[in-house]
């Protein structure tokens, strides 16, 4: 069957490279595909300069109208390209299928990949977008129900209360004294992460402590694995340990906050990511969102007109006291002037 959309043939080249990241496996003749390039760098070649981020760049501007119109409707689509031009010399020698699928995943979520609120990186021969925490609390923000929110660590040498039962704020207190190093403060103990709403309630305190942050990554994780089977210990949760407590804690807050899809969605696509599995098949889509945003519009009209028909008949009545006396008014003057004719 052939594949007549862009994201089709994403998928399908993403899906054509092997577990280990080799060179993607040729379609067969029957399919009418012709075998994917192996690297960017391969799917520009005959560039004179192919290992400079020109060439990449020029790959990537065959899609450039795909990844703008993949963004938000409120993003610009000039920083986010500007981060991707400076990822893209790190990337030069992936999968370019996967080097779309991550660009095109991180402008659905809009989410730049400038090592802020996301990163692109190359993972076993792939292209691979991961969301930072703050990548997530940029999106819980977004649903407009959440006011703050706050991640932190609790070290040895720390002070704190964590009493679960007791109402917010007191169930979960904190001291920290600034003016000592980390090393001072001991062994990271947990990571905790709690939300303020919009209407000034506080969530639900998420706790994950080391032995729980160990499970998730061993679970999760085949960049973790994979370095280190291989001895470069180079994953992100060797070179950003507390980051990563941390984002499993935030990333936990979505079982408590009120969220939107597109946070349970950026949890579903993380996770594909650390597997090593297509997340663009979990990233949201543009038309789709489009959709949705015309669907809750007409939710709110409807809900507003239910609640005009709940008051009608007080609003109702008020407007009849207002404008019966003009019509009254203009049927006297009428019937005075007929009077004085």
């Known amino acids: 069957m052939a594949l007549t959309t862009l994201k089709d043939r994403v998928l399908a080249a993403t899906q054509q490279a092997p577990a280990t990241g080799g060179r993607p496996a040729p379609a067969s003749a029957e399919e009418g595909h012709v075998q994917a390039p192996a690297t960017v760098l391969e799917a520009v070649a005959g560039d004179p300069v192919q290992e400079s981020a020109d060439a990449v760049l020029t790959w990537l501007r065959r899609y450039e109208g795909h990844v703008t119109d993949a963004l938000p409707a409120h ?51 792939r292209a691979v977008f991961i969301p930072t925490y703050r990548g997530f609390i940029a999106l819980m923000h977004r649903t407009g129900r959440v006011g703050s929110v706050r991640v932190g660590m609790v070290y040895e040498g720390d002070e704190y209360s964590y009493e679960p039962s007791a109402p917010a704020p007191l169930d979960f207190t904190l001291k920290q004294d600034p003016a ?11 990571a905790y992460a709690f939300a303020w709403s919009t209407d000034g309630h506080r969530s639900q ?13 061993d679970e999760y994780s085949r960049a973790y694995a994979e370095a280190e089977a291989s001895g470069k210990r180079d994953s992100f949760w060797h070179t950003h340990p507390i980051e990563m407590w941390w984002k499993t804690a935030v990333r936990q807050l979505e079982r408590v906050v009120p969220v939107s899809a597109e946070v349970r969605a950026l949890v579903v696509a993380d996770r594909a990511g650390e597997a090593g599995q297509v997340q663009l098949l979990h990233a949201p889509d543009p038309e789709a969102a489009t959709l949705k945003t015309e669907a809750d519009a007409a939710g709110e009209a409807a ?33 005075r002037a007929g009077r004085r004719s």
Do not use: H, W, Y
């Not at 990337?91 to 699928?101: G, H, I, M, Y």
């Not at 305190?205 to 990554?217: D, G, L, P, W, Y």
């Open 75 to 125: 993003m610009e689509a000039g920083p986010f390209l500007a981060a991707v031009r400076n990822v893209l010399p790190s990337l030069r020698f992936c999968n370019p299928a996967s080097v779309l699928q991550a660009t095109l995943t991180a402008a659905r979520f809009g989410l730049v990949p400038d090592g802020r609120e996301a990163v692109i990186t190359k993972e076993f021969g």
């Open 180 to 190: 000592r190093s980390k090393s001072d403060r001991g062994a990271p103990l947990f």
């Open 205 to 217: 305190v998420v706790t994950v402590n080391r032995e729980e942050m160990e499970k998730v990554r």
């Open 303 to 335: 809900e507003a007109s239910q609640d005009q028909a709940s008051a009608g008949p007080v609003r109702k009545a008020s407007l009849v006291k207002r404008s019966q006396p003009r019509r009254s008014s203009r049927k006297a003057r009428r019937g």
